[in-house]
């Protein structure tokens, strides 16, 4: 399929419909008992809901788009094996830990990416009613407001988020912590990454994350000229799990420096 057969306006504008759509079935269903199982450990939960929502997800985009391919957390991954076409990354709940236990702080993400590159992304927080989302080359958007671009800060200035769990891992954040401004920590990859695009963070760190945690956050950032990749650097694959930093430009050059030289 080439890009030019793509209507991405019309995809955003369908993606944000059924994303409000899966947005009032979570919050039926969040009301009703739903079961909630461990995957890897406890740290890891998976709900009923989640798993009903990529089952909605799934059955949208097969009868809109025959020919698109869906790679979701909840199973749908299993299928694919590269990004060539077009691809619907979706996470259906981001956040499930926060759904469960807060009943808030989680999100709907979906990247929609074409040779793995990124076409539409939508970051929705369900409680908070907050829908970020972008088309490729024509900017991103909060609620339908588009957000400024973002100028060049600073490490000193910054607030930083990442789970504390990390810097057992990785000493070197210790470094970072001490530069910072400030630290906070969210729980949902999805909705920390919005936040950097749109200036409420400066950078958001984590040493293991999936494509559908950073697919649709990563195609909001990249339009307002936010840096993602790697924690070393390097490009991203959105093909399998690993290390990511996404960050305001100046904060992000200053942050691969403290993890070079530290
Ligand atoms: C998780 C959240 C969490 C991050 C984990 C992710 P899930 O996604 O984004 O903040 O630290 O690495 O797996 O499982 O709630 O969709
Ligand atoms: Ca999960
Ligand atoms: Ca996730
Ligand atoms: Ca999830």
Request: glycine share 10%.
């Amino acid at each position: 399929m080439i890009e030019s057969s793509i209507n991405m306006n019309e995809i955003k504008e369908i993606a944000e419909s059924w994303t409000y759509e899966a947005a009032a079935k979570i919050k039926r269903e969040m009301n009703e008992s739903y079961s909630v199982d461990t995957k890897a450990d406890e740290h890891d939960l998976v709900t009923e809901v989640d798993k009903s929502i990529e089952t909605f997800f799934a059955d949208k985009i097969a009868k809109q788009y025959p020919g698109h391919r869906l790679m979701g957390e909840e199973g749908s991954f299993k299928d694919i094996h590269d990004l060539n076409g077009v691809v619907w990354i979706l996470d259906p709940i981001d956040g499930t830990v926060n759904f469960v236990h807060q009943r808030t702080g989680f999100a709907i993400s979906i990247g929609v990416y074409q040779n793995g590159e990124p076409l539409v992304g939508i970051v929705y927080d369900v409680i908070q009613d907050e829908m970020f989302s972008s088309v490729k080359g024509q900017g991103a958007f909060l609620n339908g407001v588009r957000l400024a671009d973002l100028y060049e800060s600073r490490l000193d200035r910054s607030l930083i988020s990442f789970n504390s769990g990390w810097v057992l891992q990785d000493r070197r954040l210790e470094a970072l912590i001490e530069q910072a401004r400030g630290m906070r920590s969210y729980g949902a990859a999805a909705l920390e990454i919005a936040y950097v695009a749109c200036g409420r963070l400066d950078a958001y760190i984590s040493f293991n994350l999936a494509p559908w945690d950073i697919a649709g956050g990563c195609a909001i950032l990249r339009e307002v000229g936010g840096v993602a990749s790697d924690y070393e650097g390097k490009e991203l694959s959105f093909m399998g799990k690993g290390t990511f930093l996404a960050a305001n430009p100046g904060v992000y050059k200053e942050i691969l420096h403290t993890v070079h030289t530290s």
